[in-house]
């Protein structure tokens, strides 16, 4: 969506007059600021956005290939809640290595290799749980790298490196 963008201008209530009643500004609002329209600029907003941090995506282009490059990227539009859990658009339920394998579209092998080294180089950690008395493993993305949000639980951030300072 694109909004009008507005800057503040001060003003003083006392220089204005009430064109209708011929009192001074001041008498009916104390005003100090008006919003202007700024011309110059657009305020471009989404319901549906990544926050991506430059320094971490520095660390992830130094540490992994084009191709592993390019599987994190599919993962970054996956994050969602204040574990940042990957989950699966689809269904709206978190991925398990199973369903991510698929949405990646990787040979397993390969595909435990590059988990592997996610875990690792601190890209991803597994968050486990029980859901309907089954155990589940359930796969976090580093917030620091992306995220959809700005509140994280202590949980989540505490089992992860920083990777902007890598």
Known sequence: MIKQSYKKK???SEKYVNMETGELLISEYDVTSLNVINKDVVI???E???IIDSRAMMYIEREFSTSEKAK???MINMVKGSYNLLYDNSTGKPHTKET????????QN???NFMKKLHQKSVIYYLVGYKNRRKCKWIMLNPTLARKQKTFSR??????TDLTKR
């Open 155 to 160: 949980d989540c951030i505490d089992v992860f």
């Open 48 to 50: 549906e956005y990544v």
């Open 72 to 74: 994190i990227y599919q």
């Open 44 to 46: 471009v907003s989404s």
């Open 100 to 107: 991510l394998n698929q949405a990646i579209v990787y040979a």
């Open 110 to 112: 390969q595909f435990l």
């Open 10 to 12: 001060k003003v003083s």
